[in-house]
């Protein structure tokens, strides 16, 4: 039998990147996949939700419970990019971002769990990022937001694990997604700007969405029931790796 199997995933940002991994994962692992995502595809079954709208989170989150008959795991995944040093960001910007990167997990979690104390095998996994816990050059609205989860999926994990729900972040490095090739698409050199992130990477090479759905998988997964306000790093290294050469 499949780990998944008849559990119910509600995954957000599941139609690009990282979360359409998780989804094509988790489904091959025999659960129902419910994406929500302000652009969806026909992949699985979805719901367009912005998660920035309390009201089409409350939505995107019954509808999915009724469909499936209920949510085991939810995969808070949606994300924006920013970037600029504090001077440099609006406060506009600044409210997006954060209403997107963090109040967008918080509606989702809070649409979800109702459901997930019904459920045996309850977990969130929210993805949050090495700008979390390193200071990066020109990301300072990026990173409080993630720093923001990072806190968040503690404070989660204290507040549910006497009702058995599990909570815990993914942490990746620099990803190989549609989102970096966008930003790629925007430099001057794109194949000179991505070898010069290949370099970076301990690995040599950018993290994939698959290696970071596994992950995700791993912190969701009924067995590690023992695994709760963990976060899980998957950076080829360079969160913690210093290496000379
Ligand atoms: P992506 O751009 O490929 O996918 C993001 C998805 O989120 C898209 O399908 C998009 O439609 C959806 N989305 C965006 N805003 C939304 C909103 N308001 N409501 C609902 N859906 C929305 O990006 P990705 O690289 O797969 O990133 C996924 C997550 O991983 C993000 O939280 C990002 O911060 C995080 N992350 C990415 C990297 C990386 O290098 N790619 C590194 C660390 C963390």
Same mark, same amino acid.
């Given at each position: 039998m499949h780990a998944f199997e008849g559990l119910t995933v509600v995954i957000s940002g599941? +139609?690009? &990147?990282i979360g359409a991994a998780a989804a094509d994962a988790f489904a091959a692992r025999g659960a129902n996949v419910a994406v929500v995502d302000l652009n969806p595809n026909e992949t699985h079954w979805s719901h367009r939700c912005d998660v920035s709208d309390d009201h089409q989170v409350r939505g995107a989150v019954a509808a999915a419970a009724e469909h499936f008959g209920g =949510? *085991? =795991?939810?995969?808070?995944n949606a994300g924006i990019g920013a970037v600029g040093t504090v001077e440099e960001n609006s406060d506009k910007q600044w409210f997006r971002v954060l209403d997107v990167n963090l109040l967008g997990m918080v509606r989702l979690a809070r649409a979800c769990l109702p459901h997930l104390r019904e459920s045996e095998h309850a977990a969130i996994v929210n993805t949050t990022s090495i700008a979390a816990t390193a200071g990066l050059v020109g990301r300072a609205l990026y990173s409080a937001s993630k720093g923001a989860v990072h806190s968040l999926t503690l404070a989660m994990a204290a507040d549910h694990v006497a009702e058995g729900i599990r909570v815990n972040a993914v942490s990746p490095g620099t990803a190989d997604t549609p989102w970096v090739q966008r930003l790629l698409d925007q430099s001057e050199d794109p194949a000179a700007e991505r070898a010069r992130l290949e370099a970076r990477q301990p690995t040599g090479r950018l993290v994939s969405a698959e290696e970071v759905a596994a992950a995700i998988l791993y912190l969701a *997964?009924? +067995?590690?029931?023992?695994?709760? &306000?963990a976060s899980l790093a998957v950076d080829g290294g360079v969160g913690g790796l210093r290496i000379v050469r």
């Open positions: 599941g +139609a690009s &990147g =949510i *085991d =795991i939810l995969v808070n *997964d009924p +067995a590690n029931k023992s695994l709760t &306000g």
